[in-house]
């Protein structure tokens, strides 16, 4: 997939495509200084991230104000949302949450490069006050059942987690169901067979 094919399938403007083309050539750029992402998904950078992040965006509520990304990293699927939401959401913030100095450093280069202003923290996600979040996202972080803990945490009442999972996610839900009830939804992933994003909503214990 390419930037253009990108822009055709997930329909975004040429401004919004510019913003995530910078961010792309950031994280090439970048990634032979530190690990953004692994070396053999940079030619399929579009697809592979890009596009498994903007899949997140046609799940998120009707009201949004807040979107919190846990362990930000590369910006996926964070950045990738916030370009989303600068044309379609305009008044919606944005948090990128990063313990990694240098991650958190690239963070605030790519957001200055794509015109963005999201709130970067370069602090533990445990350490952190509560985010107040409609939605809290997370890709390639923890286990499911440790990101129920961060979305209790990070969430508003009614607010929803988001998190991409692979072809464990079924083993990933039976794990972080066994002491607690999960209201979830999945939704099977465009751009990995057998992947999918798991939508949790309210979640009580046993």
Same mark, same amino acid.
């Not at 939401?85 to 794509?114: I, N, Y």
């Not at 006050?129 to 945490?153: C, G, I, M, N, T």
């Given at each position: ?57 046609? @799940?998120?509520?009707?009201?949004? +104000?807040?979107?919190?990304? $846990? !362990?930000?990293? #590369?910006?996926?699927? %964070? &950045?990738?949302? *916030? ?12 948090? @990128?949450?990063?313990?990694?100095? +240098?991650?958190?450093?690239? $963070? !605030?280069?790519? #957001?200055?490069?794509? %015109? &963005?202003?999201? *709130? ?18 997370? +890709?390639?972080?923890?286990? $499911? ?62």
């Amino acid at each position: 997939m390419t930037g253009d094919e990108f822009a055709r399938r997930f329909d975004v403007s040429r401004e919004t495509l510019a913003r995530l083309t910078a961010h792309c050539d950031l994280v090439l750029k970048w990634n032979r200084r530190i690990n953004l992402i692994g070396r053999d998904s940079e030619p399929s950078i579009w697809w592979r991230h890009v596009a498994d992040s903007a899949q997140l965006w046609r @799940l998120r509520p009707t009201k949004l +104000r807040h979107w919190a990304d $846990l !362990g930000a990293g #590369a910006g996926y699927p %964070g &950045l990738v949302i *916030a370009a989303l939401a600068a044309e379609a959401a305009p008044e919606m913030r944005v948090t @990128l949450v990063e313990s990694d100095v +240098r991650k958190a450093v690239f $963070l !605030g280069e790519a #957001a200055r490069a794509m %015109g &963005l202003r999201p *709130a970067i923290l370069s602090e533990r996600i445990e350490s952190i006050a509560p985010l107040d979040a409609d939605v809290v996202s997370a +890709r390639a972080l923890a286990p $499911l059942d440790r990101l129920l803990d961060h979305l209790e945490k990070h969430r508003r009442v009614g607010g929803v987690g988001l998190f991409p999972k692979g072809d464990t996610v079924h083993k990933e839900i039976e794990s972080a169901t066994q002491n607690r009830r999960v209201e979830h939804r999945i939704h099977p992933s465009i751009t990995a067979p057998g992947a999918a994003i798991v939508e949790v909503g309210a979640v009580s214990s046993v």
